[in-house]
């Protein structure tokens, strides 16, 4: 399903929704705003693009985005996912990781699956306690049978990077538009679980969902929890960091127990 013909379709159709939804002068609606604590879920149905979750490995009953909602990708957000102590031992145990780490500009990316010696054990601890928990609140959220783990990174945005030896790409730009199903075609879902908060510990950052009438945002609270179907309706970006640091661990799920996650890769 990863063939380079895969990816090609994906990417073409990626660059189609880029042209047809990324652009000026659009309305910015925020959906939900970093100084409101969600005291319930709230969850909005887009149409899918079923054809590109059949074409990766054909339909998984009851897992599959474009079948298990009635033809609907859900997108999904959630408080209180961690507790505030909980959400500050990530940042902490995320900065100590990153510690002497390449980084592209102001990005930083790490993979906790691989780096669990560098998360210490606490770190290890929280990182599969936070995975098993997305993957239960997906299951019951979506109407899921079951969804196996496709990867996950723990990600730094600093407004202000070091330009040092360690700065791979000096300048990079992270916040274009992107489908994650464009980057890996076998992924299904991804979720985010914000580790610190838009407005008080930095500026900018939001979550675009960025559709054809309007931008639809989602400002980063610590312990806020955003999950939706990893297809073409839901081209996204994280928009710029212009001051301080975000941090975000981002989590992505596959229906097909094939192209799972799996510790040798």
């Given amino acids: 399903p990863d063939s380079l013909r895969t990816r090609e379709k994906y990417q073409r159709a990626q660059a189609d929704r880029v042209r047809k939804a990324f652009k000026e002068g659009k309305e910015q609606i925020i959906l939900a705003s970093s100084k409101d604590f969600l005291t319930q879920n ?72 691989s780096s669990l010696d560098r998360l210490g054990t606490k770190g290890a601890i929280l990182f599969q306690y936070f995975i098993n928990k997305a993957k239960t ?34 300048g990079h730009v992270y916040w274009n538009p992107h489908v994650d199903k464009a980057n890996i075609p076998t992924y299904d879902y991804s979720a985010l679980l914000y580790l610190n908060t838009h407005g008080e510990d930095f500026e900018g950052g939001e979550f675009a969902f960025n559709d054809d009438d309007a931008d639809r945002l989602v400002q980063p609270r610590a312990g806020r929890f955003l999950m939706f179907a990893s297809g073409p309706e839901n081209l996204h970006q994280v928009r710029e960091v212009t001051r301080g640091t975000r941090y975000v661990l981002a989590m992505w799920f596959t229906c097909s127990e094939k192209d799972k996650y799996r510790d040798d890769e």
């Fill in 137 to 170: 609140q997906l299951m019951y959220e979506f109407g899921l049978d079951g969804i196996f783990d496709s990867g996950a990174l723990l990600t730094r945005l600093k407004a202000d990077p070091a330009v040092d030896e360690w700065d791979m790409e000096p």
């Fill in 42 to 113: 709230r969850t909005w149905a887009v149409p899918c693009m079923r054809e590109f979750y059949d074409a990766a490995y054909g339909i998984v009953p009851g897992c599959t985005p474009s079948v298990v909602q009635g033809g609907a990708c859900l997108r999904a957000v959630y408080d209180g996912f961690g507790t505030p102590a909980q959400m500050r031992d990530m940042v902490d145990i995320t900065e100590r990781a990153m510690r002497n780490l390449f980084h592209q500009g102001g990005t930083t990316s790490l993979a906790p699956a």
